[in-house]
């Protein structure tokens, strides 16, 4: 996750990153957010979800749906 963003945004720092994690934790999506990630998603969020957030961060870039929003808000 946080090492993996740090080495691809430090190579490609034009790249949109969308993050999936097993299990969304607040912590975690605050920081990759904070480090430069354009979206953070659990993995169990669906299909219709990750097609969503793959469409907004190509157009407006950034997604956050309802958790990562509360987690920026901690």
């Known amino acids: 996750g946080l090492t993996t963003l740090d080495v691809v945004l430090a190579r490609f720092p ?15 999506a605050s920081e990759c957010m904070s480090k430069g990630a354009n979206c ?25 749906d309802k958790m990562t929003s509360k987690a920026m808000r901690v």
Do not use: D, P
């Open 40 to 64: 953070f998603l659990a993995k169990t969020s669906g299909q219709a979800k990750l097609v969503e957030a793959i469409l907004e961060v190509h157009t407006e870039g950034t997604y956050f």
């Open 14 to 28: 034009h790249v949109k990153v969308i993050l999936l994690a097993e299990q969304f934790e607040a912590r975690t």
